[in-house]
T-cell receptor, first 116, second 115 residues
Framework: NAGVTQTPKFRVLKTGQSMTLLCAQD?????MYWYRQDPGMGLRLIHY???????AKGEVPDGYNVSRLKKQNFLLGLESAAPSQTSVYFC???????????????FGQGTRLTVV | AQSVTQLGSHVSVSEGALVLLRCNYS??????LFWYVQYPNQGLQLLLK??????LVKGINGFEAEFKKSETSFHLTKPSAHMSDAAEYFC?????????????FGSGTRLLVRP
């Protein structure tokens, strides 16, 4: 059981280049998330999705776009990379607990992105 | 909106000593609470979670946390630290209402274990 898989694991981009990060989960979870992790700032939510075909903005959405065309996949796009987007990106998925509250998230291994 | 505060960005203990990592949340309504651990160059792994079934929650690797509503706290403890516990620990909380599917994370506490 793979859980949450992120590709690629590492990437170096030049300023202005574009790229797409792929997240795939095999747990049939409804909710998927993209976080970025920066030293001393914990994890900040970029975008999230509550189901196939839906997306919403999180805390730090600027400069990113997402798509969820299939339930198991959640793509994060950078149209024009900037050095401020150098970070470690984590994808996560979770399921509904059934009582109005969320439950724990399952994380991928992360993508380390450097923009030069 | 919910928020989570972790006191101390770094905590250093000796091997065999008590581990105490602090977490406070902002809501007046008990949320779901989680502790995650992150080892170097890895993703986050769930240590334990509070879902209102019991105030003292036991997790993996000997860790436990106690939910205290009066203090809005969910501190993580382990009676005896091991070198392998050195990692970064994150407290997280589920938001409420229309945003209940979002997990809000604290800024993390790096645990250092001295021989």
């Amino acid at each position: 059981n793979a859980g949450v898989t992120q590709t690629p694991k590492f990437r170096v981009l030049k300023t202005g280049q574009s790229m797409t990060l792929l997240c795939a989960q095999d747990m049939n979870h409804e909710y998927m998330y993209w976080y970025r992790q920066d030293p001393g700032m914990g994890l900040r939510l970029i975008h999230y999705s509550v189901g196939e075909g839906t997306t919403a903005k999180g805390e730090v959405p600027d400069g990113y776009n997402v798509s969820r065309l299939k339930k198991q996949n959640f793509l994060l796009g950078l149209e024009s990379a900037a050095p401020s987007q150098t970070s470690v990106y984590f994808c996560a998925s979770s399921y509904w607990a059934g009582d109005g509250m969320n439950t724990e998230a399952f994380f991928g291994q992360g993508t380390r992105l450097t923009v030069v | 909106a919910q928020s989570v505060t972790q006191l101390g960005s770094h905590v250093s203990v000796s091997e065999g000593a008590l581990v105490l990592l602090r977490c406070n949340y902002s809501s007046s309504v008990p949320p779901y609470l989680f502790w995650y651990v992150q080892y170097p160059n890895q993703g986050l792994q769930l240590l334990l979670k509070y879902t209102s079934a019991a105030t003292l929650v036991k997790g993996i690797n000997g860790f436990e946390a106690e939910f205290k509503k009066s203090e809005t706290s969910f501190h993580l403890t382990k009676p005896s630290a091991h070198m392998s516990d050195a990692a970064e620990y994150f407290c997280a909380v589920s938001d409420h209402g229309d945003s209940s599917y979002k997990l809000i994370f604290g800024s993390g506490t790096r645990l250092l274990v001295r021989p």
